[in-house]
């Protein structure tokens, strides 16, 4: 494979980059001063030296234990269980949770072969049901899809007991959207994921 081929290559494994988005990238990077090109190539490196997974959360962190397991001022008490790293980020742009996460680094796919021995499954439930554990509520936040829908019911499963409390994030109609233009599976899910008022 030649150079130019090797770079587009490159950059076409990355999620939601096609053929002409990789080309282009592959382009700007080469058009971009010898410095800049290596502060890339630098900057990956480094990051690829540096983050490790919470050992805590499993989130992305430079650190032993990450920043928000570390806050003294977030609810040890509730946790946000989420697919991907990406997915702590989407919540915390909220600002509207103020506990802690647990990141399962996927989902359940039995068509790709995946698992729960393959995701931070067994972690979740040593440290729901740890002697002492002070979790008192699992916030299920996987994605409304059919494998997130799974997953989301074989940890509440997993997760049952007296002392815990298992919720799933709402699902529905988006904030000022109109019903006449909003599919009919997430207006009957908006149905059946009422609350009252």
């Known amino acids: 494979m030649k150079p130019w081929e090797r770079v ?13 988005q990789a080309e ?3 382009l700007h990077l080469l058009r971009a001063p010898a410095s ?3 502060e890339f190539v630098e900057a990956v490196r480094q990051a690829r ?3 490790r997974s919470c050992s805590r959360c499993f989130n992305y962190t430079d650190r032993e234990v990450c920043t928000i397991c570390s806050d003294p001022a977030r609810d040890q008490g509730l946790v946000c269980v989420v697919e991907d790293p990406q997915d702590v980020g989407a919540v915390e742009r909220t600002r509207s949770f103020r506990g802690v996460y647990h990141v399962l680094h996927g989902r359940l796919s039995p068509l790709d072969g995946i698992g729960p021995e393959r995701l931070r499954v067994r972690e979740l439930v040593a440290r ?3 002697p ?4 008192r509520e ?3 936040a996987t994605d409304a899809d059919t494998e997130g829908e799974a997953t989301a019911l074989y940890l509440a499963q997993l997760l049952r007991g007296p002392s815990l409390k298992t919720t799933r994030i709402a699902q529905g109609v988006p904030l000022g959207g109109d019903l006449d233009y909003i599919d009919e599976k997430t207006l009957g899910q908006a149905v059946v994921c009422r609350r009252e008022l």
Request: without cysteine.
């Open 24 to 26: 282009r990238m592959a």
């Open 132 to 135: 002492g554990a002070s979790v």
């Open 49 to 51: 030296a540096a983050i």
């Open 8 to 20: 587009i290559a490159a950059f076409k494994r990355f999620p939601g980059v096609g053929p002409k």
């Open 138 to 140: 699992v916030i299920l």
């Open 36 to 38: 800049e090109s290596e």
């Open 128 to 130: 729901v049901k740890a």
